[in-house]
């Protein structure tokens, strides 16, 4: 099932839900029915190195390594 983001008209509230294409989903907050689904953006390829060097920095820094190598991790 795929992930759909929708906004609930009775609690003003966003919520990312897996449901089927035809499925009316209850609002997880408020427990309504008034489920609106939302337009997902589209997110552009990051094909830059510079780009990809970044990400990749962020991410030592922040301790997300599960994409590095043993050897780049350091182990």
């Given at each position: ?10 609690c003003?509230?966003d919520?990312?839900l ?12 408020c427990?309504?029915?008034k ?15 510079s780009?990809?060097?970044a990400a ?10 599960s994409?590095f190598?043993?050897?780049?991790r350091?182990?």
């Amino acid at each position: 099932m795929p992930l759909y983001g929708f906004h609930c008209g009775d609690c003003d509230k966003d919520s990312e839900l897996l449901v089927g294409f035809s499925d009316k989903p209850r609002c997880p907050n408020c427990d309504s029915r008034k489920m609106q689904r939302l337009v997902s953006r589209v997110a552009a390829p990051g094909n830059s190195k510079s780009l990809v060097k970044a990400a990749r920095a962020r991410a030592a820094r922040e301790g997300h390594l599960s994409n590095f190598s043993r050897k780049e991790r350091g182990g």
